[in-house]
């Protein structure tokens, strides 16, 4: 009973002295507790305030708290640096890390000299002024030969064939009879000479018979000139007839070479500039010569003029037929410098150029849409005619990017430009100079047969389409067939003129396109030919006006490396057919063709 005591009173005991430790406790430090939670609120309100915004590079439109994968795309997020500086319609900014991950790169403009190396294609072939046709001068007969084969070289004045000819030998006996009468009738004597003249008999044949008083049945036929015989028309034997071609014969002691230059170079050529040209069989050896001759008058079905230069072959190395490839390296005439920026800066719509310029006022990086004016091609750059200073600084890598982030945000950009009167002082209000794609003016009277046809071309495309959408190369193949029928029955003879030779470019790259499609199982080749068959497609049908399509032309700024590509659709919806499911609904519809 007594330890039962004790205990209770020690219980007792340290019960009563924690609560007077609690009562202590909340008397001191319970106002402070209530600052804690405080603390820890304002805390949790300040983590809340810096939480990291994500966004996508190409889709800045898209926002969320978390890291993630961009639900348009499917390109990791990325954080979102900051607040964005207020900016005009006609500027876009990006984050630093944008624009490392779209890999946009700008260069500043410059004044330079344009310049331009131009790669010409060519042939070696012989002199013209340096062939002789040697062609037989009376009827006869070939006695004997002495030219056995082509290639054969020969000097002036060798023999090459006898020729036996009743003709000569009538011709002689009249000789003789006239001799008779040289003294009394030397007009008689004379024309029976120059009768035997007129044949090709030389002088000193001509005294060779007179001195042996016998008639010569068998006549040489010596070569006019030194050179190598290309051509043997005739055999021992053979009969030939006055003005028949026996033999053709070429010095090619100086040959010319004969270059192709597009239309779009010939600016730059001037008779007197330098060529350099190699040919396969000697690639160590490079040849220097000059422009002698600038063919006036264009090749319609190449769109090329001959470009000729003129070479000593004194060692024969030179054969004609020979492939050579030729360079010029030229400065535009009459333009010493001007400002110049690479084709990658430039994006074109048909009538405008587009450059994006960076602005050197802004904390972050900001590119503002700018339309110019472009002189003529200097190689790898434009000639810039107005629209942009020297010292400006342009988009010259990634710049469908930058526009493809513009158009996301609803600014202004290439598909969605300006109103005119939004145009800044001293942007230029239309594009000159525009380049190859721009087309050319829609034709009129089209042959309504001829438009039908080009509808049904359209048809088969849009199947070709499809299957390069669900990635099938062996179906593509297969429709590409079709498609080629369908150009097949295209009927160009429908067409008159100009229009006839623009169908004529159009329907050989359609062709070229198709039958790279049909030979190749790489899906990526029969992609870029697509993307050429379309814009030819395109254009044919925007010149020949044809109505009544109810198709979408669509174009995707991500294709090919961000050169970007154009496809024509049945519907408005996008299916890209040049990425497949990976980025089925990338791009936008450029026009109705209604």
Known sequence: MKMKNINIKNILFYVGLLLAGLLLGWLFFGGESEKVDQREKVALDHDHEGETTWTCSMHPQIRQEEPGQCPICGMDLIPLEGDAEVVADTEIQMTEAAMKIADVMTVTVQEQEPFKEIYLPGKVQADERRMSEITARFNGRIENLFINFTGQQVYKGQKLATIYSPELVTAQKELFEALKFRDTNPSFYQSAINKLKLWDLTDAQIEEIIDSGELKYQFDVLAPTSGTVTTRNVTVGDYVKEGESLFQIANLSKVWVMFDAYESDLPWISEGD?????????PKQAFTSKVTFIDPVLNPNTRTASIRTEVANTDDKLKPAMLARGIIKSSLPGLDEALLIPKSAVLWTGKRAIVYVKQPYATQPTFEYREILLGPEAGGQYVVSGG??????????????????????GKVSMMNPPDQDDVTEGQPEQQINAPEQTLAETFNDIDEQFKAQLANLLKAYLELKNALVESETATAQTVAKEVLNSLAEVDMKLLQGDAHLVWMDHQREMQTALNRIVNQEDLPVQREAFSNLSNALYQSIKQFDVKGLNAYYQFCPMAFDDTGAYWISATEAIRNPYFGESMMSCGVTRETLE
């Open 388 to 409: 942009l200073n020297a010292g400006e600084e342009v988009v010259a890598n990634g710049v469908f990017k930058v526009d493809a982030a513009a158009q996301l945000q």
């Open 274 to 282: 330098e060529i350099q040209f190699a040919v396969q069989s000697l």
